[in-house]
T-cell receptor, first 115, second 112 residues
Framework: AQTVTQSQPEMSVQEAETVTLSCTYDTSESDYYLFWYKQPPSRQMILVIRQEAYKQQNATENRFSVNFQKAAKSFSLKISDSQLGDAAMYFCAYVTPGTGNQFYFGTGTSLTVIP | DTGVSQDPRHKITKRGQNVTFRCDPISEHNRLYWYRQTLGQGPEFLTYFQNEAQLEKSRLLSDRFSAERPKGSFSTLEIQRTEQGDSAMYLC??????????FGEGSRLTVL
């Protein structure tokens, strides 16, 4: 069974600094997608960044980048130049293509940004 | 904005009552998903539809839960004889293909 583990329930970062959120996953599949979703308080979940397992290059979206280590089954999110609006719950998620797009989510990391 | 919309946003009910939630997906998305999220947890898959066909149901979806998507557009999730353990956020999401899920803001259920 696929599992996604986020070992950091809470993290904090000073505004303008860099923070890294950790995620590990367990799967026997070779083809899959990994995602980081952001859930602000009382707001909907939105996609932050996506990584296809077959791509060796780490995905980057502006201030957000990932460190994808396929052999180690690790998928961390780095947020650079943290802003107050980055404060939210962050969920790591996994999906295998062809399974109806059934996502598996981690338990989340609550990120606080300190002014 | 034509994102995923859910209604109601918050429902408070007494134990034993029935509740129904509605989800309107993004119009061109043929896949629709229901997830449940409890405090301190990530979303857990409940069920999903491709067009009007319900293709997958989680073991979390007890007999008291039923979901429909009659015309392949909006969907309803009904919970009969609610229990306190049903209190959670019920999230709807839609997608067109494998990949990104687009979520609604959720329907929070509180069972007293």
């Amino acid at each position: 069974a696929q599992t996604v583990t986020q070992s950091q329930p809470e993290m904090s970062v000073q505004e303008a600094e860099t923070v890294t959120l950790s995620c590990t996953y367990d799967t026997s599949e070779s083809d899959y997608y990994l995602f980081w979703y952001k859930q602000p308080p009382s707001r909907q979940m939105i996609l932050v960044i996506r990584q296809e397992a077959y791509k060796q290059q780490n995905a980057t979206e502006n201030r957000f980048s990932v460190n994808f280590q396929k052999a180690a089954k690790s998928f961390s999110l780095k947020i650079s130049d943290s802003q107050l609006g980055d404060a939210a719950m962050y969920f790591c998620a996994y999906v295998t293509p062809g399974t109806g797009n059934q996502f598996y989510f981690g338990t989340g990391t609550s990120l606080t940004v300190i002014p | 904005d034509t994102g995923v919309s859910q209604d109601p946003r918050h429902k408070i009910t007494k134990r034993g009552q029935n509740v129904t939630f509605r989800c309107d997906p993004i119009s061109e998305h043929n896949r629709l998903y229901w997830y449940r999220q409890t405090l301190g947890q990530g979303p857990e898959f409940l069920t999903y539809f491709q067009n009007e066909a319900q293709l997958e149901k989680s073991r979390l979806l007890s007999d008291r839960f039923s979901a429909e998507r009659p015309k392949g557009s909006f969907s309803t999730l009904e919970i009969q004889r609610t229990e306190q353990g049903d209190s959670a956020m019920y999230l709807c999401a839609s997608s067109r293909t494998d990949g990104e899920l687009f979520f609604g803001e959720g329907s929070r259920l509180t069972v007293l």
